[in-house]
């Protein structure tokens, strides 16, 4: 009997688009914080994930296995594989929804051993939508977009206003997340500008 969550999105969840003003088709997505552990240039043993938005809207992010991603010897955590989904399939939904959204919900399909040393290509979609709750899932490959699958996740991502990072997180770590969001924002706009004079 499979575990995994059946009725995928649930019959409630209608499809959802990219909002008007997603980054383009062929657009790489920046860091969302220097400190993030999942994509943050600022730390050293993180997962230095990047994504770039596929041409038919996926989200296609890399992380390579390091030696101090292990679990088992040569082998990569599992819980450390899962947050590499949990970071592709929020910066997923972040970038193409431009909603604010937390993970409430990720489950994780191991399905073939990661090496040290192998990169994982993930390929995450939005699924569904239904009020706050947005269904995304993404699918793992080793070392090529076209790799055998290692992984396959699902993940209920749930909106949250701006007073969720306030209450609960630090107020020294939000300004410096706005400081970064507006300086990319301005260098995004350039960039415009550069390609579309
Ligand atoms: C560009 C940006 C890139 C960003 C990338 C970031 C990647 C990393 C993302 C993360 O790791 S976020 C950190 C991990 N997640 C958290 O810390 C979230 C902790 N949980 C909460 O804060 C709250 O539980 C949550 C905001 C998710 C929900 O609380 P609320 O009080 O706002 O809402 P509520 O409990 O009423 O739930 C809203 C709906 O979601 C449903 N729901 C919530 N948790 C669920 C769950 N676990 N399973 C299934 N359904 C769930 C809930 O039943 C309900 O459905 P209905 O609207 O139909 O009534």
Not at 183 to 189: D, H, L, P, R
Request: charged share 25%.
């Amino acid at each position: 009997m499979s575990s995994r969550t059946e009725n995928w999105p649930p019959a409630d969840a209608e499809p959802v688009g990219p909002h008007p003003d997603a980054p383009a088709p062929g657009t790489e997505l920046s860091e969302h914080y220097a400190e993030c552990f999942g994509c943050g240039h600022e730390v050293e043993l993180g997962l230095h994930l990047r994504s770039a938005v596929a041409d038919d809207m996926s989200v296609v992010s890399t992380f390579t296995v390091r030696k101090d991603h292990q679990g088992a010897p040569g082998l990569a955590h599992g819980g450390l594989l899962a947050c590499a989904f949990d970071e592709a399939l929020g910066s997923t939904v972040g970038n193409l929804l431009r909603t604010p959204t937390v993970t409430a919900r990720l489950e994780t399909d191991f399905v073939r051993p990661v090496p040290v040393g192998s990169t994982l290509h993930i390929a995450a979609r939005l699924d569904g939508r239904s009020g706050r709750k947005t269904y995304v899932s993404a699918e793992g490959r080793l070392d090529a977009d076209d790799g055998p699958v290692a992984l396959r996740a699902r993940a209920l991502f749930v909106t949250v206003g701006v007073d969720h990072f306030t209450t609960h997180g630090d107020p020294d770590a939000i300004e410096k997340f706005r400081q970064t969001a507006e300086a990319e924002a301005a260098a995004a706009e350039q960039r415009g500008w550069d390609v579309n004079p």
